[in-house]
């Protein structure tokens, strides 16, 4: 042969990795045995690596905790303790929920939100509270810490819970027969914004079962996207905004059927708190 640079005889099995062809040129073959094993006991060393960091004794832990508490709260029907009675630090916060009833201010000065000027005088900020209250009461039945939270409320700053939802409800004008349905818009705030989304999913899929109102999505607005409170609460909280419906064509279900309304975005909720399967038949906002 020739000047021989490849010193590997032929038909021999050799490693070549595949990123370092200078390497392989000038390698012989009992080196070519060593780099396989160092290969092989690297391999096993990130296995082993990956292995420690999914079982570490303070995830499992952490998960432990987490689902005894989901368990004894599914099974308390009464309210649990408000906040700094008897539980302390994380477990008090995680069994908190809030919920904001949209534009809703106990002081001056009052937004009302969208109004109908059909002289049937509904406002949506009351339109907001009957649902919002609804499920404040759904939920503190169900054995949750809920918080009613007004639209600025100073308990937003740093909110530390479960999920944080705020429910608005649509302009009451006619625009055109496509300003019908509700949608929902997850916060890209929440530090795993996963779980928003998931909120947002889990909400889309119950309110649309138990309302039959149509998931309008082309309507979705920045107002929507970049929602006040989701740079307010705590990073850590999933949070959620849902717009019930538009005034106008849905005024029957939002105005005289406000339950339903609720039972809705109840279900939604307990389905992202219990991690319920969803069947994904609408599109993710
Ligand atoms: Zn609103």
């Not at 759904?138 to 007004?150: H, P």
């Not at 899929?205 to 109102?213: E, G, H, K, W």
């Not at 909280?237 to 005289?256: H, S």
């Not at 059927?257 to 039972?263: E, Q, T, Y």
Request: net charge negative; aromatic share 10%; proline share 6%.
């Amino acid at each position: 042969m020739d000047d021989n640079q490849n010193p590997i005889p032929e038909n021999q099995p050799v490693f070549r990795p595949t990123s370092r062809p200078v390497y392989r040129r000038r390698r012989k073959q009992n080196g070519s045995d060593i780099s396989a094993t160092l290969q092989t006991v690297f391999s096993v060393a990130l296995v082993m690596a990956t292995l420690f960091t999914m079982w570490n004794p303070a995830n499992l832990f952490s998960n432990q905790m987490l689902e005894q508490a989901f368990l004894a709260w599914q099974s308390n029907a009464t309210p649990v303790a408000s906040s700094g009675d008897q539980n302390a630090g994380v477990s008090t916060n995680i069994k908190r929920i809030g919920i904001i009833s949209g534009h809703y201010s106990k002081d001056p000065p009052y937004d009302t939100g969208a109004v109908c000027t059909d002289g049937s005088g509904i406002k949506e900020v009351d339109v907001n509270y009957k649902v919002a209250y609804l499920v404040y009461q759904n939920l503190k039945a169900d054995g949750y810490q809920v918080d009613l939270l007004q639209e600025f409320d100073p308990l937003i700053t740093n909110y530390k819970g479960l999920l944080l939802l705020s429910i608005h409800s649509d302009t009451c004008e006619y625009i055109d027969n496509t300003f019908t349905g509700f949608k929902v818009a997850p916060s890209s705030v929440e530090q795993d914004a996963a779980d928003s989304q998931r909120l947002a999913n889990c909400l889309i899929a119950r309110y649309a079962t138990d309302t039959n109102l149509p998931y309008n999505a082309n309507t979705i607005s920045n107002d929507m996207r970049f929602y006040h409170a989701f740079n307010e609460i705590a990073p850590t909280t999933p949070a959620a905004i849902i717009e019930t419906g538009f005034l106008n064509l849905d005024r029957d279900i939002l105005v005289n059927h406000p339950d339903v309304v609720a039972k809705g975005i109840t279900d939604g909720i307990l389905c992202f708190i219990n991690n319920e399967t969803i069947l994904q038949t609408t599109p993710t906002p």
